[in-house]
């Protein structure tokens, strides 16, 4: 049974994978352009295949690559950088100088062609005078520790950036900007999306600095005084909506998590036409927490349904907030797998359950794993469980049992998807 139920939740993830192909959305997306681009600029995990496609539409301006190592190559025509993620490094630092030069030489009769995905943020730093990258670096690891979800981040991200928040759009002004985006962020928001290089900043300047008050980012040595130049207009702010720079952008969202979702839910309700599907959340919040919360639905829904399969496929992004004195290895997807287990373990009361909890870029947090595949048929160490648990150490507690997702670099990012099947 326990391979059973693996192969119907693999199948789903595959078939998510498969409807996030950013070659094939892409390629449909040029293929309906009215404007020919000057030049293309693609940035992302899914960077590489988006620019791939723009070559198969016929669109040979020259351009930039920023994407992953994992997803790294070569493509005609274009500089292809490969940076870091999730920390950047010094090569994403001169990837960021190499599209200024190219935006900025960009005059009002050309038109800058923009494919951007998910981990965009981190692949790009652009730190804004007189930050450097070890500033950069600092603030990255801060924000991933501080267990703030991925639209609080970016808002704090956007303030430290020369190419963020809008920047970018100003820098190519006054060329023309058509952007196509490949959401990898809960609710499909624009300025979060690789934190908004070509999309107005909505959060007002004094609600970031509270932010960032509050969960005590300004306790890094450089935050108070960048946040006083930024107060006093010495450092560029990001760039609000009503700037007239964004009567020449124009916006597009090809592919999301719900189009992944979707594509799971079809597949798996393909391999057993009889399995009920539960309505399921949005992933958000601590993945402990939301582990348990989608344990207690799981249970209640097949209560309901005795005898009969249920279903459940979710998607958004959840965080873990790390004590640096205590943390271990592993990421949001896997400790939400092995936390969704324990849950269950400790619970009882089902006949039979599985659960795939994994991101679609094949990458869980700084490990080679997608993120965790468990099932009720197999040997369950409650004490290592729980005690990799407190730790934040779920990767090595699922590699040392043979339950990490390995999928390798899928070359797209639209965010994450937990899929269960369960009876009672």
Known sequence: MTDDLHNILRTGFDAALTAGDPFEITRKACADMAAVPTAIIALG????????????AGFDAPGIVVTNDENHRQIAGFACFATAHPVPDQRGIDAGLAVEALVSSLGADDHLLLLISGGGSALLPAPAAPLGLAQKQALNDALLASGLDIHAMNIVRRLFSRLKGGRLAKLTAPARITQFLLSDVPGDVLESIASGPAVADPVPLSTAIDLIKQHR???????????????????AAPVRPDDPVWRHVDTHILASNAHCRAAAQVAVQSVRPALHMLTAPALAGEAADMARHLADLVRDGASRHPGRLVGLVAGGETTVTLDPASAGLGGRSQELALAFASALHAAGGLADWAILAGGTDGRDGPTDAAGGLLSAGQPFDTDAAATALAGHDSYHYLKAHDQLLDVGATGTNLADLVLIVARH
Request: no cysteine; hydrophobic share 60%.
């Open 45 to 56: 995990k899914a960077a590489g295949a988006m620019a791939d496609a723009a070559r198969g």
């Open 217 to 235: 980012l300004d306790r890094l040595d450089f935050v108070p005084s960048f946040l006083a130049s930024l107060a006093a207009g010495a450092v």
